[in-house]
């Protein structure tokens, strides 16, 4: 049975960090609106940002005020290049730690293109999708990431950064509403 699970998983997986960040991949449970800033317009002659071009970060985890033990944790996204490009879509995301005895090293986050539809990102500025993580309940089994693995809309190259060792993620590879997920890529404030 965990084979079955582990190769539904990657490929799973594999689909997602595939796909072009257009699609809807699940629903967040209790909802879930997008947060972040403003909107830059892009125009359809501004090539995609690739990975080449950003550089990726995390923020600090920020508990939701109306869904307990669920947090939010920015994902930054900064153009360190010299030319404008399109950020938008929905980034695929991979939590990696230790091996689960169920589910393996690798927690594939179901996506949700909540985001714009179009944006610029001008060299030096950042756009953000936000993780929505939910953590275990007290006392209940913990799988705490190392690492974040990213890419970006429409690229197939990985950005990879260092989680949080504060915070536990609820496993939940199997679940038709996950708690943990990423959102699409919102424009940040000037």
């Given at each position: 049975?965990?084979r ?8 799973a ?28 317009g ?29 947090f ?40 949700i ?61 199997a ?13 940040d404030?000037?």
């Amino acid at each position: 049975m965990k084979r079955i699970l582990l190769g539904l998983g990657t490929a799973a997986g594999a689909f997602a960090l595939a796909a072009c960040g257009t699609s809807a991949a699940a629903t967040p449970a209790g909802g879930g609106a997008p947060v972040g800033g403003g909107v830059a317009g892009a125009s359809t002659a501004t090539p995609r940002c690739t990975t080449a071009d950003l550089a990726a970060s995390l923020g600090k985890p920020v508990q939701k005020s109306d869904a307990p033990g669920q947090f939010d944790v920015p994902l930054t996204y900064r153009n360190v290049s010299d030319h404008t490009c399109a950020l938008h879509g929905v980034p695929g995301v991979d939590l990696t730690g230790p091996d689960d005895p169920a589910f393996g090293p690798v927690y594939h986050l179901p996506r949700i293109d909540n985001g714009v539809q179009a944006n610029e990102v001008t060299p030096g500025t950042t756009a953000s999708a936000t993780v929505t993580v939910l953590t275990p309940a007290e006392g209940g089994a913990s799988w705490t990431p190392g690492k974040l693995v990213t890419i970006p809309p429409a690229q197939t190259r990985p950005l990879t950064v260092e989680w949080p060792s504060d915070l536990p993620v609820l496993r939940q590879d199997a679940a038709t509403h996950p708690g943990t997920y990423v959102n699409g890529i919102l424009a940040d404030p000037a």
